[in-house]
């Protein structure tokens, strides 16, 4: 089943803004406010303007339930069917109600079950290029602050690296090596380094291999309709790992849900706390 989540969110995208744009329109149709349809409207673009949000105010993080989005929806469904009016009332259910609940419990939802990553394990050697092609080889003597991230299309990652971006003086103070690691091509990976231009080694992970075998690959992670793009259909699940000179984890964030990533600070407390 969680193959098929790739063809939830632009789909949904394009049928939600159709939905909220034919019932504003069918209103100034027939030249009167509609309780149902304002009841659809309202079980529909919440969920519709918290995705579009994602992209414009880039949050690394957010609420793991969004009980908002879920209650709203409601309210709207029941007004829709309050005020009774076909297709207002069932499309305030299919394209509202149901999509939210389907968005916050189970598209979120990352299953991490076939992960090796374990705290006080070896992290092993990762077969990883930068952006030019040239093999990866970590600095001796140095800590490693691994982030996978899904690509340059998820706004939560894009959010993450800011974070860790702003934050890799300190990081670097404390003897980290930083390696941003995507399964997408070397051109997005250069279009990244070029955008946060600072001391991080951008890597990328040619078919996945390092994913695979730490157990953190992602089988059809990114949307469907972005392969015009140049991204293929496998991504990685997010996930952060902290390893000291000899390559034992000191820490691993594996996020159960894609919306929920680490606080920065707790990197630095990780460090600090290890001396």
């Given at each position: 089943?969680?193959?098929f989540k790739?063809?939830?969110p632009?789909?949904?995208?394009?049928?939600g803004?159709?939905?909220?744009?034919?019932?504003v329109?069918?209103?100034?149709?027939?030249?009167?406010?509609?309780?149902?349809?304002?009841g659809?409207?309202?079980?529909?673009?919440?969920?519709?303007?918290?995705?579009?949000?994602?992209?414009?105010i880039?949050?690394?993080?957010?609420?793991?339930?969004?009980?908002?989005?879920?209650i709203a929806?409601?309210l709207?469904?029941?007004?829709?069917?309050?005020?009774?009016?076909?297709?207002?009332?069932w499309?305030?259910?299919?394209?509202?109600?149901?999509?939210?609940?389907?968005y916050?419990y189970?598209?979120?939802?990352?299953?991490?079950?076939?992960s090796?990553i374990q705290?006080g394990?070896?992290?092993?050697?990762l077969?990883?290029v930068?952006?030019?092609?040239?093999?990866?080889v970590?600095?001796?003597?140095k800590?490693g602050?691994?982030?996978?991230i899904?690509?340059?299309?998820?706004?939560?990652?894009?959010a993450?690296?800011?974070?860790i971006s702003?934050?890799?003086r300190?990081?670097?103070a404390?003897?980290?090596?930083?390696f941003?690691?995507?399964?997408?091509?070397?051109?997005?990976t250069?279009?990244?380094?070029?955008?946060?231009?600072?001391?991080?080694?951008?890597?990328?992970?040619?078919?996945?291999?390092?994913?695979r075998?730490?157990g953190?690959?992602?089988?059809g992670?990114?949307p469907?309709?972005?392969?015009?793009?140049?991204?293929?259909?496998?991504?990685?699940?997010?996930?952060v790992v902290?390893?000291?000179?000899?390559?034992t984890?000191?820490?691993?964030?594996?996020?159960?849900?894609?919306?929920?990533r680490?606080?920065?600070s707790?990197?630095?407390?990780?460090?600090d706390a290890?001396?």
């Amino acid at each position: 089943m969680a193959r098929f989540k790739r063809y939830f969110p632009v789909p949904y995208l394009i049928l939600g803004s159709l939905a909220v744009g034919y019932g504003v329109w069918e209103q100034v149709r027939v030249g009167r406010v509609s309780l149902a349809w304002m009841g659809a409207i309202l079980a529909i673009a919440p969920l519709l303007i918290f995705m579009m949000s994602l992209v414009v105010i880039r949050r690394a993080r957010t609420w793991r339930n969004e009980y908002p989005i879920l209650i709203a929806s409601a309210l709207g469904t029941g007004l829709a069917f309050l005020y009774y009016e076909s297709p207002a009332s069932w499309l305030a259910v299919g394209i509202g109600l149901v999509p939210a609940f389907v968005y916050v419990y189970w598209y979120s939802i990352l299953d991490r079950s076939g992960s090796s990553i374990q705290v006080g394990g070896k992290l092993p050697e990762l077969d990883l290029v930068d952006a030019e092609g040239r093999a990866v080889v970590p600095t001796p003597g140095k800590h490693g602050l691994y982030m996978f991230i899904r690509g340059n299309w998820c706004p939560l990652c894009m959010a993450q690296v800011k974070e860790i971006s702003a934050q890799y003086r300190e990081l670097e103070a404390r003897g980290v090596e930083m390696f941003l690691i995507s399964p997408q091509s070397e051109k997005h990976t250069k279009a990244l380094a070029a955008r946060f231009d600072v001391p991080i080694r951008f890597c990328v992970d040619v078919g996945n291999r390092a994913a695979r075998k730490l157990g953190i690959e992602h089988i059809g992670g990114v949307p469907f309709m972005m392969e015009p793009l140049g991204y293929q259909p496998e991504s990685v699940l997010p996930t952060v790992v902290i390893v000291d000179p000899e390559r034992t984890i000191l820490f691993a964030d594996l996020t159960d849900n894609y919306r929920i990533r680490p606080e920065p600070s707790t990197f630095l407390a990780v460090l600090d706390a290890r001396g």
